[in-house]
């Protein structure tokens, strides 16, 4: 069934992690022509930007191999208690007081511009759930193929819709 399908994807998608990843650029460093380039999967360094393009097209790949899976893409991010001063000023929130959001945020932002590079490979959107949660430790985004009509509120993480 579809569970089974969507076990033998998300093997699929975890063994090809371990040698691929994403990379964005830091939303602190220095060199950034916008806030917007720490959330784009179009890094700075060609070589990264390579990749990312080579690892979202596996992704994709691997998710279009399944048509009856849908896949979350949840993005989190690092610890920290303070968020970026050029991420808080683009909101106009403070670094420190909304760290949580700010965060957030980020994490939403790059899950999405995954999202939005598997559809641009092919992957339907109605098969993505975008996901994320701040301060985990990790600033990464993960691909998680899971049973059609797995919503986001199943997985304990916030949606998609952050407030500011």
């Known amino acids: 069934g579809a569970s089974t399908r969507a076990g033998a994807a ?3 998608v975890r ?14 460093q220095p060199e950034l022509p916008t806030i917007e380039q720490a959330w784009s999967v179009c890094h700075l360094d060609p070589a990264k930007r390579e990749i990312n393009r080579h690892t979202l097209r596996g992704i994709a790949a691997i998710l279009l191999d399944y048509p009856d899976v849908w896949c979350r893409v949840h993005g989190t991010t690092g610890e920290a208690s303070s968020a970026p001063a050029a991420l808080a000023r683009h909101f106009g929130l403070d670094p420190i007081e909304h760290v ?4 957030e945020h980020l994490a939403r932002s790059r899950a999405e511009a995954c999202k939005d ?5 092919g992957v339907p959107e ?9 301060l985990q430790g990790a600033m990464k985004v993960d691909f998680i193929p899971v049973p059609p009509g ?3 509120g199943s997985f304990g993480v916030l949606p998609a819709e952050c407030e500011f």
């Open 100 to 103: 949580v959001p700010l965060m």
């Open 126 to 134: 109605q098969r993505l759930v975008v996901t994320f949660k701040a």
């Open 15 to 28: 063994d090809f992690l371990e040698r691929n990843d994403v990379f964005f650029n830091g939303a602190g």
């Open 10 to 12: 998300l093997s699929r």
């Open 117 to 121: 590079a598997l559809v641009e490979a």
């Open 150 to 152: 797995t919503d986001a």
